[in-house]
């Protein structure tokens, strides 16, 4: 991970303009419209003044804008030139990568050009940005050099082939960021050139030359840093600003000083669970001790400190390791891929032994080195065996009382055995963590709200007394939406799914069929989705509809992209589609919503929140798993209409919008209330996209 604890920035403090130049700009007929001829947006301006507000007071801030308010330039604007002006660093979080890439490629070039075309504002333009990845991530050249001198008792030849491919594109990539290297390199060569290692150093590395040395320079002189949720929640877990030694007051998230903005902030509860839980797998820990040495192939980085001795410490931890995790995949496992452990000792402690003796040995032959990359290289396998016997123990333990434990397994084979922990109440974290650093974190989305209240947001994030506002979106609903729901299909039902099922299609077929344009099919599950899918998907595929379903060939990225380029696709996806695509214009002219986005119950952190709920007196429905749906519900109804000339029509084919309590609830959280109920007898005369 990216730290600056070998130079920590400074924190000075002064009178911030952000206020008052954020009346100027955002303001009707303000700079922001005389200068860039942008139009002036009411909502924008109001959540640019709250921002400004919060930034100036060091106070948390959940604002809810709704979709076409610009609310990235709401927040950039004030956050740069408050940076700017306190000597501050401002940390953007976004959840996805499209928004990540439209804050770097359009919306800071939009400020540094507004700053530029005002003389009150040029002081401003100068302000330097980077995007914050993690050390992982990096290529670093002097680890490459070590490899490449070391290739025999490191790599066999098939490896070998890979590292010189690794070392060839060294020379002409700009960045040194694995994603640029295509196709993706080798995981087991790459963890032997990669910058996460304390031999990345400055003492160690040329930093003229070294991707990560180069990139953390860019990092301690910026004044923006754009961040994902799942770096920015993984640095915080390994110390954030307090390991880098936070400023002079203590505050600070990741930086000293620092202030923060997370955008698409209604992810930010399960990343956060995520990160700051337990997470080892069977393929991780092998990895991490073929590493050190693989009996298969005798190389590895112990072949020239450790002799025959240290060989069998490694053979011996693997083989542990192999009869521990199919062990719990054999009993724990053997019916179901995931199972909540509630009692300690589901397994045997094989690892503790041959790990402690390894990491013995390792440790002894470090200890007997100079200081140098060598000695950093060998303590820092020790600290990572360390870490994987400490995380077993704790696991087999069930050592966090306020933590949920479980397995699972994964992989193509289903054969890669993962032990799980996280929060059940992540709250107090966060509170912890953000709203109790001392700083302004300002959380930010188009869905925020359950019914108007965001007080369910803001329990969930632990931060129930922070300032809440909502923004509606400028956009032309009434004219530009349509809503059709279809009152006769049978709800979901264990006992009879073969029906539901049949009905789902036959309505997913009817209503693809007579959008011009392109549909996205969202599921709440592969296998409602596969089973449509087998029923629906050959007709699409024979009228001359690209029809592209998740869980191929294709990444999310590339699915939307295609559906982009088709415009006319129909697109099956589940839960990642739910938030965070965005394809414009008739490409994407319909929603369909199959199922309401419920999470499963049975799933143990849901299981354990609903249990901590009920201890505490209350309704896990009511507080957690509807304003869950309801806040995913919006979130997948907005991916129709993205920008103002967009058109075009929300399916929603789950009844229970018509026949429970709650479906007011997420009939409410559209931007269009009014809507056409469809039965079969009816829909061809009532269901009426645009054309």
Not at 173 to 182: A, C, S
Not at 233 to 253: H, K, N, Q, Y
Request: aromatic share 8%.
């Amino acid at each position: 991970m990216i730290g600056l604890s070998e130079d920590t920035v400074p924190t000075p403090t002064s009178p911030t303009r952000a206020p008052r130049f954020a009346a100027k700009v955002f303001s009707e007929g303000g700079w922001l419209q005389a200068v860039l001829d942008l139009e002036h947006r009411p909502g924008q301006e109001r959540m640019a003044h709250a921002v400004a507000a919060a930034f100036r007071a060091d106070e948390p801030l959940l604002f809810e804008a709704g979709t076409g308010i610009g609310k990235s330039l709401a927040y950039l604007v004030p956050g740069i030139i408050h940076a700017s002006d306190c000597g501050r660093q401002l940390i953007v979080s976004t959840h996805t990568i499209s928004l990540q890439e439209q804050i770097e490629k359009k919306d800071l070039l939009l400020c540094r050009a507004l700053f530029k075309s005002v003389p009150e504002l040029e002081k401003f333009a100068g302000f330097a940005s980077t995007v914050l990845v993690g050390k992982s991530n990096y290529l670093c050249t002097s680890r490459l050099s070590h490899a490449l001198a070391e290739k025999a008792s490191l790599f066999d030849d098939s490896e070998y082939a890979e590292l010189q491919r690794i070392a060839d594109w060294a020379d002409v990539t700009p960045t040194g960021l694995r994603h640029d290297l295509q196709p993706p390199p080798n995981a087991d060569v790459w963890d032997s050139v990669n910058a996460d290692s304390s031999a990345c150093s400055r003492r160690n590395c040329d930093c003229e030359r070294c991707f990560y040395q180069r990139a953390r320079t860019r990092v301690r002189s910026a004044q923006v840093i754009v961040v994902n949720h799942a770096l920015l929640f993984s640095l915080i877990s390994a110390g954030g600003a307090r390991a880098e030694g936070a400023g002079r007051d203590g505050s600070g998230v990741l930086f000293p000083g620092d202030f923060v903005v997370l955008d698409e902030a209604q992810t930010v509860p399960e990343v956060a669970e995520d990160n700051f839980g337990l997470s080892l797998s069977s393929i991780g820990v092998e990895r991490a001790l073929r590493h050190l040495y693989n009996p298969r192939t005798r190389r590895g980085i112990m072949n020239k400190r450790g002799g025959p001795e240290i060989r069998k410490k490694v053979a011996d931890a693997l083989d542990a390791s192999g009869r521990f995790f199919s062990f719990l995949a054999d009993t724990l496992l053997a019916q179901h891929p995931v199972v909540r452990v509630r009692e300690a000792a589901a397994g045997e402690p094989l690892l503790r032994d041959p790990l402690a003796a390894l990491e013995r040995s390792v440790a002894k032959i470090a200890d007997s080195l100079e200081e140098g990359r060598e000695r950093d290289e060998l303590m820092d396998q020790r600290a990572r065996l360390r870490a994987i016997r400490g995380g077993i123990d704790e696991w087999l333990a069930l050592a966090n009382a306020g933590h949920v434990y479980w397995a699972e397994r994964g992989g193509r084979k289903q054969s890669i055995v993962a032990l799980r922990s996280a929060p059940v109440d992540v709250a107090p974290d966060l509170e912890r963590c953000l709203f109790g650093a001392g700083v302004s974190v300002v959380c930010t989305s188009a869905t925020l709200a359950v019914g108007g209240d965001m007080g369910p947001f803001a329990a969930r994030i632990g931060a129930p007394s922070a300032r809440a506002e909502v923004a509606d979106s400028p956009f032309d609903f009434e004219r530009n939406m349509r809503v059709f729901v279809a009152a006769d299909i049978p709800p979901p039902s264990v006992h009879d799914a073969r029906s539901s099922i049949d009905a789902l299609a036959d309505y997913v077929g009817f209503c693809c069929g007579r959008v011009e344009g392109g549909s996205l099919v969202l599921f709440t599950s592969y296998r409602d989705m596969n089973a449509v899918a087998a029923l629906v998907g050959p007709s699409l595929v024979a009228s001359g509809r690209p029809f592209l379903l998740q869980g191929g060939e294709y990444s999310r990225t590339e699915l939307a992209q295609r559906m982009r380029d088709a415009g006319n696709a129909v697109l099956f996806g589940t839960d990642s589609f739910w938030t965070g695509v965005d394809v414009p214009g008739d490409a994407l002219s319909q929603v369909v919503i199959a199922r309401l986005p419920f999470s499963t119950p049975a799933h143990p952190i849901a299981e354990a929140k609903a249990e901590l709920i009920r201890d505490r007196g209350g309704d896990p429905f009511g507080e957690l798993t509807l304003p869950e749906a309801v806040m995913k519900f919006r979130q997948g109804a907005g991916r129709l209409i993205r920008t103002r000339e967009d058109r075009g029509v929300i399916t929603i084919l789950d009844s229970r919008v018509l026949a429970r309590t709650y479906g007011r609830l997420f009939m409410e959280g559209l931007p269009q209330r009014s809507f056409v109920r469809l039965t079969r007898e009816n829909r061809l005369e009532q269901f009426r996209p645009f054309t």
